[in-house]
C-alpha cells in the first residue's frame, strides 16, 4: 500500500494562496487531488500522471490551480491561487495505478488537510 502524507492547509481570506504538499512512500501513475466539503460528495480537483507529462482540472478550479511534482522527492504540489470561500473543504491527495477521476477506483489516501477560505 502506498502510504501518503499531506500538509498546507490552513485558514486564508478570499483572493489569498496556499500551496499544498504530499509527499508519496512509491510512484504511482495517477496522483490526484480530491477534496470534500460538509454536506457533499468528495469531488475530484486535479490529477497529474506520467510522470508530470499529463495534467487535468476540474473545470471549477482550472486557471485558479496548478498541479505539480518533483519526482525526485515523490512529492506532489497543488498551488491554489485566487482561493474562493466555495474552495472550503478537506483536501486529500490520492494514488492509483490508472487514470481515473472516480475516488472509489484510488486505492491509496492521505489523511486529508482542511483548508478554509473567509469572505
Known amino acids: 500500500q502506498v502510504q501518503l502524507v499531506e500538509s498546507g492547509g490552513g485558514t486564508v481570506q478570499a483572493g489569498d494562496s496556499l500551496r499544498l504538499s504530499c509527499v508519496f512512500s512509491?510512484?504511482?501513475?495517477?496522483k490526484s487531488w480530491f477534496r470534500q466539503a460538509p454536506g457533499k460528495e468528495r469531488e475530484f480537483v486535479a490529477l497529474?500522471?506520467?510522470?508530470?507529462?499529463?495534467?487535468y482540472y476540474a473545470e471549477d478550479v482550472e486557471g485558479r490551480f496548478t498541479i505539480s511534482e518533483d519526482y525526485d522527492k515523490n512529492t506532489v504540489y497543488l498551488q491554489m491561487n485566487d482561493l474562493k470561500p466555495e474552495d472550503t473543504a478537506v483536501y486529500y491527495c490520492?494514488?492509483?495505478?490508472?487514470?481515473?477521476?472516480?475516488?472509489?477506483?484510488?486505492?491509496?489516501w492521505g489523511q486529508g488537510t482542511q483548508v478554509t477560505v473567509s469572505a
Open positions: 490520492a494514488g492509483s495505478s490508472h487514470y481515473s477521476l472516480i475516488p472509489r477506483e484510488y486505492t491509496s
Open positions: 512509491a510512484r504511482p501513475l495517477c
Open positions: 497529474i500522471a506520467w510522470n508530470g507529462g499529463t495534467t
